[in-house]
């Protein structure tokens, strides 16, 4: 089994889907109340919400999230994107002390968003992590969605972020 690497002790149940058509073939949209975005994922996946974070993936139960998994949020405490994922690598290298950067910043447009990324490889639980993160700027604030895979890096999450990044819309 992958291992859970969601601590926090969780505010959903993990068994939440979507339910509305997407323009996607086999996504669905899905809306947030909690982080006041909508946006579509694949129509078999489930998700969880966590302290301020909403998790996305396959295999989700009431203790989080399994590798692999996306997962989405939001943060006021930078100015930028370059900013917070400068923040989160100093946060990541304090908490594993293997953590080496695999894909250096990138940018591009996806959909409607200017988005940087940033790949990482560190070893937790004992198991090759590897973690993706996608940083953007909506309305003044920084929205993060990242990725965790075990050992390698696949085409097909990668897919699912395009396409979550591509349909992402606030709600009110």
Not at 72 to 81: C, E, F, Q, R, S
Request: hydrophobic share 30%; glycine share 8%.
């Amino acid at each position: 089994q992958q291992p859970n690497n969601n601590t926090g002790t969780g505010t959903g149940t993990g068994t939440e889907q979507p339910t509305t058509p997407s323009t996607n073939t086999g996504y669905s949209v899905y809306t947030d109340a909690y982080l006041g975005i909508s946006f579509e994922i694949p129509s078999n996946y489930k998700t969880f919400t966590d302290k301020n974070l909403t998790y996305v993936g396959q295999n989700i139960d009431n203790e989080g999230a399994l590798i692999p998994y996306i997962v989405l949020g939001w943060d006021t405490t930078y100015a930028n994107p370059v900013q917070f994922l400068n923040a989160f690598t100093d946060e990541l290298r304090k908490v594993y002390n293997d953590v080496t950067i695999t894909i250096d910043l990138l940018s591009n447009t996806i959909g409607n968003y200017y988005v940087y990324g940033i790949q990482y490889k560190y070893t937790s639980s004992g198991h090759i992590v590897i973690d993706n993160r996608y940083v953007t700027q909506i309305d003044g604030k920084i929205f993060m969605v990242g990725t965790k895979e075990e050992n390698q890096n696949t085409e097909e999450i990668n897919n699912h972020v395009r396409v979550i990044l591509n349909t992402l819309k606030g709600v009110n």
